[in-house]
């Protein structure tokens, strides 16, 4: 860690300085934060203005202290990395978190709904419940078009629509929905993922109604004036054909 680079650097997505500890909220905030986004280094003892001004009393006292409060504030568990760094005659407290495979972290004392934090720019923003729900399946290693649809069935992907898309290809077989993640099962039940019914749903406006294209011709290069345009609501896969003879 090298201090006189960080201490040149602005604040920002993965660092931040901090005057002490006396306000513990923002500080686990800010941990949660890097935890939760892409990791980053809290200085403790530097003002905003770089000064390096030292932690006060006994250094060892304010890195436990502050390994006491984020045991007690943050779940699921979170164990920085913290060290005492010597600048001439005073003491940094530098906290460095990675970005955790248990995220999302949240306070305690907010809960998960109300507690996530994430990293914006070199402020903290609480998460909404979309975003949480993204952070779990991030670090799960699921994508959105991978999520069960519970409230539909196999029968609601359109494998008629799917072996034309796949003929120049090879013959499917109804099998291959569930290889092609175009179905999953959940519980001994085979339902449409969210790329399976974007892709080839027969209700595809039933769950995704904003799931549509529209193409536009404008006057000119400023893109202001509109003459014509066209809605296109066809399946996603032959979307693309209707799109080239739009133009």
């Given at each position: ?77 979170l164990i920085p990395n913290i060290e005492l ?30 507690g996530v934090f994430i990293r914006l ?127």
């Open positions: 860690m090298k201090l006189n680079h960080l201490l040149q650097s602005q604040e920002g997505k993965r660092l931040e300085f901090k005057r002490d500890i006396s306000s513990p909220v923002n500080i686990m905030k800010t941990l949660i934060a890097f935890a939760n986004t892409a990791g980053g280094i809290m200085l403790i003892g530097v003002e905003d203005n770089h000064t390096v001004i030292g932690v006060p009393g006994n250094p060892l006292d304010e890195e436990e202290r502050l390994s006491n409060m984020i045991a007690d504030a943050i779940a699921p568990r760094i010597p600048s001439n005659d005073l003491t940094l407290l530098a906290v460095e978190v990675f970005p955790s495979q248990l995220r999302p972290h949240y306070l305690k004392q907010k809960g998960e709904q109300q720019g070199s402020t903290n923003r609480q998460a909404d419940v979309p975003l949480v729900e993204e952070l779990k399946r991030t670090v799960a290693g699921k994508g959105f078009d991978e999520l069960p649809l519970m409230e539909a069935d196999a029968a609601d992907i359109d494998f008629q629509l799917l072996t034309e898309a796949f003929k120049t290809v090879r013959r499917l077989a109804k099998n291959d929905m569930e290889k092609l993640r175009l179905l999953t099962r959940v519980q001994g039940k085979l339902v449409p993922t969210v790329g399976g019914m974007l892709l080839f749903g027969k209700r595809r406006d039933h769950f995704f109604p904003d799931a549509w294209i529209q193409c536009g011709r404008f006057i000119g290069t400023e893109k202001v004036d509109i003459f014509d345009h066209i809605d296109i609501n066809v399946p996603l896969p032959m979307a693309v054909n209707e799109i080239m003879m739009a133009s």
